[in-house]
């Protein structure tokens, strides 16, 4: 019997121990690498060269969904699960555009994550159907990739040097960026785009 080789993500310690575990019950499913930071996925990938990422959405360093564009791009083969708290169908749309290949929730049964491991390995998508209709129907974000990833730092408590340092970007660049998102969501000031831009699901 082949195993399906595995790349985990997912950053908080227990949690990725319990699904190592979980996951290696199953004679076929093999655990070839984990990390606990989305910018650490691709590289670990190109070197393991699994055959299913399963990542976590809200990962530091970078978001697991725009992983999962840069992984399909640079390593086609591998096929992205995302297992996630985050249900909202922002975010379910935005990993589909992403070319995730399923969608699974963490507090889905057990059982269910080895299920899907299998189907997204044997070239299926596994997606909960009242989510993808709610993907289906929610309203698309109107940042762009650079805006989002802006965004979500910002989110995350880091101020303009901070955005700045961590995208190569100049302080002006960042604070355009910035006016630019509150604009585009119609927002009053930054905090409000980021509640706007999480209740949408379009950041972590």
């Known amino acids: ?9 997912e950053d908080v310690h227990m949690v990725r121990g319990a699904l190592i575990a979980l ?3 199953e004679p076929d499913l093999q655990v070839v690498a984990s990390v606990d930071r989305g910018d650490l996925i691709v590289e670990t990938a190109l070197r393991t060269r699994p055959d299913v990422a399963v990542v976590d959405i809200d990962l530091p360093g970078t978001d697991g969904i725009t992983a999962a564009a840069e992984l399909h791009e640079r390593l086609p083969a591998c096929r992205v ?3 996630t708290s985050l249900g909202r169908p922002g975010m379910v749309r935005r990993a589909l555009s992403a070319h995730v290949c399923g969608f699974l929730l963490k507090d889905a049964p057990p059982y269910q994550l080895a299920h899907s491991v299998r189907a997204v390995a044997a070239g299926k998508r596994v997606v909960d159907p009242q989510l993808a209709l709610s993907a289906w129907e929610a309203m698309e974000s109107p940042l ?3 805006e989002t990833e802006v965004l979500r730092l910002a989110a995350r408590g880091a ?3 901070e955005i700045a340092g961590a995208l ?5 660049t960042v604070r355009n960026y910035l006016t630019t998102i509150v604009a585009k ?6 905090i409000d ?3 706007i831009a999480k209740d949408a699901g379009w950041i972590p």
């Open 23 to 25: 996951l290696e019950l």
């Open 159 to 161: 101020d303009a040097d």
């Open 193 to 195: 785009a980021i509640r």
């Open 81 to 83: 699960l995302i297992l």
């Open 168 to 172: 190569f970007l100049t302080k002006g």
């Open 1 to 9: 019997m082949l195993s399906v080789k595995i790349l985990l993500a």
């Open 185 to 190: 969501l119609n927002a009053r000031n930054r």
């Open 144 to 146: 762009s990739p650079r």
